[in-house]
């Protein structure tokens, strides 16, 4: 194992090796001072006892093409995505199997030694890989969380692409694994495309506008564990944020934590086994030229039961250009620039938070009035 990966089990606290390990990590959540680094603002931790309330999107009429059943669905999303960027989906034709499926594999990836999760760590640069409390990137601040990610190729995504990259990086066992988030990678292309046929009608535009423009896109499918946690007021799972790519669709499991900023408060989102969550991202709201915003969201931790979630966030192919169609483009809000420019920055000169579109592109526009930096 090289050096940093084990400076990483030594650093983190959900170290689990063995039982004498998984004893110690206990005691850990148990201490009374949560290591610093873990420490989060005390203006940015405030509590609610709020829940969004907004009823679910029922999808089915739409995917039947029963036109007024299209039309309201569309007309829901608008309202949600020009308000605060959230909504909830139900009869959305993803098979109850494979999303159980998806979370059994989550599952048997996080009770797996540090040592072999290791082998999967991610390399400076890259989104794709095992993180824990994405401690090696940044030094405070650090969420109470570990995360596994891979990408899902829209055009180039063959079953055996996923099958090989589990095999390779964890082993014979993760063989079924690969098969597994590649049924479920492949459900969440078609829930996406057809979100954003959804959106296309919802901003005026012809139903395969959004569509195309994604038809060949590259999305990242994440697994999230937030173990519990004794000082679990203290700091967050994922911290508050928008997230860069286009739009999030996101299934969580039945303990909750995930909360949105809607009508100027934190709103904790109950948890529905049938339902996934969908915020719009940062390059939406610029190819919405703006409308529709990107929803403000952060994953608190509790103190008794770990929490999981399986997260894929769509993307456009790296280097299609961000530009809002002709008919939203009446004055510019954001200047062209390709996903992979965005992705670059949340990966080597930006963590990700409330304004990273905004600091993007005035760092963007800085660097091309003064290319040396001057
Ligand atoms: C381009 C990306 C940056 C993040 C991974 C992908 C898609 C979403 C981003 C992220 C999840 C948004 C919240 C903050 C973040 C740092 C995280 O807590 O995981 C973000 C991702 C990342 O850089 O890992
Ligand atoms: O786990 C959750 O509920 C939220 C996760 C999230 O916001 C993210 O991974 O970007
Ligand atoms: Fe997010």
């Excluded at 098969?179 to 395969?208: F, N, P, T």
């Excluded at 039961?305 to 939203?328: H, I, N, Q």
């Amino acid at each position: 194992m090289d050096p940093s990966a084990s400076t990483l089990i030594l650093c983190s606290p959900f170290d689990v090796k063995n039982d004498k390990e998984r004893g110690l990590l206990s005691l850990l959540q148990k201490q009374t001072n949560l290591p610093t680094r873990f420490l989060w603002p005390h203006q940015d931790l405030v509590y609610t006892q709020d829940e969004l309330k907004e009823p679910p999107i029922d999808l089915k009429g739409f995917l039947d093409g029963d036109e007024q059943a299209t039309i309201r669905a569309a007309s829901q999303i608008r309202a949600a995505c020009l308000n605060h960027g959230f909504f909830q989906v139900i009869n959305h034709a993803v098979d109850i199997n494979v999303i159980q499926a998806a979370h059994d594999e989550m599952e048997a990836f996080f009770k797996l030694q540090m040592i072999r999760k290791v082998l999967a760590k991610r390399k400076p640069g890259s989104v794709w890989g095992y993180s824990v409390a994405h401690s090696d990137r940044y030094s405070s601040k650090l969420p109470w969380k570990e995360t596994f990610s891979f990408g899902y190729d829209y055009v180039n995504g063959p079953e055996i692409d996923l099958v090989n990259y589990f095999k390779s990086i964890l082993g014979k066992d993760f063989e079924e694994a690969g098969y597994v988030l590649h049924k479920y990678c492949e459900a969440m292309k078609k829930l996406s495309l057809a979100i954003l046929g959804l959106l296309s009608i919802s901003l005026g535009l012809d139903g395969s506008y959004y569509r195309k423009f994604f038809e060949d896109g590259c999305s990242i499918m994440r697994f999230n564990n937030y173990p519990p946690c004794n000082q679990a007021g203290l700091t967050f799972g994922t911290g508050p944020h928008c997230d860069p790519n286009s739009i999030t669709i996101l299934h969580q499991d039945q303990v909750g934590g995930l909360e949105v900023f809607a009508n100027n408060k934190w709103q904790a989102i109950r948890p529905r086994p049938n339902a996934f969550v969908v915020n719009i991202g940062d390059t939406f709201m610029a190819l919405s030229n703006g409308r529709y915003k990107s929803c403000l969201h952060r994953a608190v931790v509790n103190k008794e039961k770990a929490r999981r979630s399986l997260v894929f966030f769509v993307s456009p192919k790296e280097d299609k250009v961000v530009r809002p169609p002709e008919d939203l483009r009446e004055t510019r809000k954001y200047p062209d620039f390709t996903w992979s420019e965005l992705q670059e920055f949340t990966q080597n000169h930006y963590r990700a938070d409330a304004t990273t579109l905004q600091t993007f592109i005035d760092r963007f526009l800085s660097k091309k009035t003064h290319p040396t930096g001057k």
